[in-house]
């Protein structure tokens, strides 16, 4: 049976057989005499942090308990001059072979202080690590906004080209080729190529972000260009017109529409860089401007000659068994409601980099396809619509250069809201823009729970961590290209179910 037995030197008298280990370590008291084979007792050492003045010397030997007493400590002196120290057991046992111990030069014992200190090398190795770390981090969450960004491109495209194949299907009637990869392609490109030229020009012109101080994890955005609207939603409102040749009544309605919810939202951002503040307009005037427009627009409907199912106007068309539903003098509200509740959601998406362009593009997507049969000239509308966000995405993706701002944010809710409100496809637009919707209806839970908790027992609580929703899902842990992926996939789950919806009630 074989064994492991250590000895401190404080503890045993100077004579007998470890008498030489003992004056050898004697004369170096702040070292002992290890080499590169003994790692055993250097890692033991350092590990536990023995001082300098305490140190303690551990004679490891593998004997048989039989023969402790015929165990010697031999000296040795090599060639060069330094003192070994060879274990062996018995003569009459079997050895294990002779360990020896040849200290080359002496090992200094840190004390407990000294193991915790870094050097200045290290420090700073260890700060350009954690440098090059992070850069590793973004340089990947770009490249998966780059992988982001085609994907979505490639779907649309593919998408569509499959639409415009069987669209005389759908409608029963003969459309244009490519009806509506036309628009979406030509706006795409042009503001994508526009974003070149603009986004130099708006920064120049120091049209820079207001970062709020929360969340702090945004505060690396701070200074990004914005007021992206101002060529995204031109483009695309243009592109329409000259597709359909200035010609459709309810494509001149809902460009005007978009343009004035622009404006509204360019007042906003241009108060915002003036004060220095997040917030422009006030909350209440801006509600009462949307709200003016969407009244506008209920007037307009109800004035003009415009498509609408079986030559009926103010109805809303349903699944069945609901079939159509006349809303009447109710209309105006619902209208009103719509204009208002798509601008402020689209406004409150517009939080991370291709959240709102690329959610609002697949609601754009799948609108055509629900007024299709009703109104092919707004399918055309919402397309190219779909294509400009499209082409926003070329610089709006992570890391973004530009942000639309609620110049472009209010545009696209109102410009959904539009072709909602003139074919009555309510419905289709709530299940298309289900992600904008939830982030809007995050808000108001969150204000309202705090609000009544506050007023039962004092004190306010909250049901998210953050609101909208995605700062929610950030502070949870998740990257922000992940919810960016996460909110297109059931955006694009959404789009078609919403086509399907709007096809089948008409």
């Given amino acids: 049976m074989r064994s492991y037995s250590c000895c401190s030197s404080l503890n045993l008298p100077r004579s007998g057989l470890l008498h030489p280990l003992i004056r050898s370590h004697q004369s170096s008291p702040n070292s002992l005499p290890f080499n590169h084979h003994s790692t055993l007792w250097g890692s033991t050492s350092q590990r536990y942090g023995h001082s300098s003045t305490r140190s303690r010397v551990f004679v490891v030997a593998s004997m048989d308990w039989d023969s402790v007493s015929s165990f010697s400590l031999d000296d040795r002196v090599d060639s060069d001059g330094s003192i070994g120290y060879a274990f062996s057991s018995s003569e009459g046992e079997e050895s294990d072979g002779d360990i020896i111990l040849n200290p080359i030069t002496e090992v200094d014992i840190p004390t407990s202080s000294e193991r915790f200190q870094k050097p200045d090398g290290a420090l700073t190795a260890s700060a350009h690590e954690l440098r090059m770390i992070g850069k590793s981090q973004k340089k990947s969450r770009i490249k998966y906004g780059i992988i982001i960004n085609i994907g979505l491109v490639t779907f649309l495209t593919v998408f569509l080209l499959l639409l415009d194949l069987h669209a005389w299907r759908i409608v029963r009637l003969p459309l244009p080729p490519f009806h509506l990869i036309c628009p979406f392609t030509a706006s795409a490109i042009l503001v994508s190529f526009a974003g070149y030229i603009c986004v130099p020009l708006f920064r120049i012109s120091k049209m820079r972000l207001v970062i709020s101080k929360w969340p702090a994890r945004h505060s690396s955005k701070k200074g990004t260009t914005t007021m992206g609207g101002l060529f995204l939603i031109p483009i695309g409102v243009v592109v329409a017109e000259v597709l359909v040749g200035f010609s459709s009544i309810e494509v001149a309605g809902a460009s005007i529409a978009t343009l004035a919810f622009a404006t509204i939202g360019l007042i906003d951002d ?9 917030v422009g307009l006030s909350p209440w005037i801006r509600i009462l401007l949307e709200v003016a427009v969407g009244t506008w627009f209920y007037f307009w409907l109800c004035a003009m000659n415009i498509s609408s199912p079986y030559n009926i106007k103010m109805v809303v068309p349903l699944p069945l068994p609901l079939g159509l539903v006349c809303m009447g003098g109710s209309y ?5 409601f719509c204009f ?16 709102a362009g690329g959610t609002a593009a697949l609601s754009f997507i799948g609108m055509s396809i629900a007024v299709l049969p009703i109104c092919s000239e707004l399918a055309v509308f919402g397309a190219s619509m779909a294509g400009a966000c499209v082409g926003f995405l070329f610089h709006n993706r992570y890391k973004a250069s530009v942000f639309m701002g609620d110049t472009g944010a209010l ?20 299940i298309s823009s289900s992600v904008i919707v939830l982030e809007a209806l995050s808000v108001l839970l969150q204000v309202s729970y705090f609000k009544t908790t506050k007023h039962m027992h004092g004190i306010g609580r909250r049901l998210f961590r953050m609101v909208p929703l995605h700062y929610h899902l950030e502070s949870c842990g998740i990257k922000e290209p992940v919810i960016v992926a996460g909110a297109y996939i059931i955006s694009c789950v959404l789009m078609l179910y919403a086509g399907y919806v709007g096809l089948i009630s008409v």
């Fill in 411 to 430: 545009a696209l809710g109102g410009a959904l809201a539009a072709m909602a409100a003139s074919t009555g496809m309510f419905f289709p637009l709530l």
């Fill in 270 to 278: 241009f108060l915002c860089l003036v004060k220095r503040r997040r």
């Fill in 340 to 355: 208002v509740s798509m601008a402020n959601g689209m406004g409150l998406t517009d939080g991370l980099d291709g959240l």
């Fill in 332 to 336: 105006l509200l619902l209208t009103s």
